[in-house]
């Protein structure tokens, strides 16, 4: 059952828990203080300790307040409306925007997935329900007729997720690089979407 805080007390924790994410996924764990977290936060080192008793205990909890599956889950689910193309391009641009929004927790997860289990655990587990509710998606596109027959579900599914996962990659971790010159986001995402459309429909839906 989760804990009740006054609303003074809530946005205090909340302020910690935003810049601890900040500072996590600039620093990485090891070489982030909690004074460092406090100075941004604008409170005392005292104020930290009092909400969250260590490091670890903020950090943990930084992690089970995460909504990123349940955000992309929900999204799937929701954007099932008979149109093939429509729902694929919504659920492309949708993690897209998700996926940038929350770069700093994907950044955090990725570089401390080597040392910590937590890390490894939720990306692995994010990976999974997002994963299965794709396949689903497909399938239940396949049933009605409008995905071929002849295709793995759970490999577009893989494709396509993997495809939209990369760009967060490449935007986390080769940020000082131009990787796709004047190439605009709109055209990328649009690119994606004919390619995950046209290759997988069968004929009479893949326009």
């Not at 089970?64 to 099932?80: A, D, G, W």
Request: glycine share 4%.
């Amino acid at each position: 059952m989760n804990k009740k805080y006054s609303p003074r007390v809530q946005r205090t924790r909340e302020k910690i828990l935003t810049c601890a994410l900040e500072i996590f996924s600039e620093k990485g764990f090891q070489s982030t203080t909690i004074r460092e977290i406090a100075k941004l936060a604008r409170v005392n080192d005292l104020t930290v300790y009092r909400h969250f008793e260590c490091k670890e205990k903020l950090f943990s909890e930084m992690i089970t307040r995460q909504t990123l599956l349940s955000e992309m889950n929900r999204h799937i689910k929701e954007c099932f409306s008979g149109n093939f193309e429509q729902d694929v391009k919504s659920i492309i641009y949708t993690f897209t925007l998700i996926l940038q929004k929350e770069i700093h927790v994907i950044k955090l997860m990725l570089t401390e997935s080597t040392r910590m289990d937590e890390c490894k655990k939720f990306l692995a587990s994010f990976a999974r329900g997002i994963l299965q509710e794709l396949t689903n998606f497909f399938e239940l596109y396949k049933t009605n007729g409008k995905v071929r027959e002849d295709l793995d579900c759970y490999a577009l599914a893989t494709s396509l997720f993997g495809t939209i996962f990369s760009r967060t990659y490449a935007m986390i971790f080769y940020a000082d690089f131009d990787l796709v010159g004047t190439y605009a986001e709109e055209d990328l995402l649009e690119g994606w979407t004919n390619l995950y459309t046209a290759g997988s429909a069968v004929l009479e839906y893949s326009h």
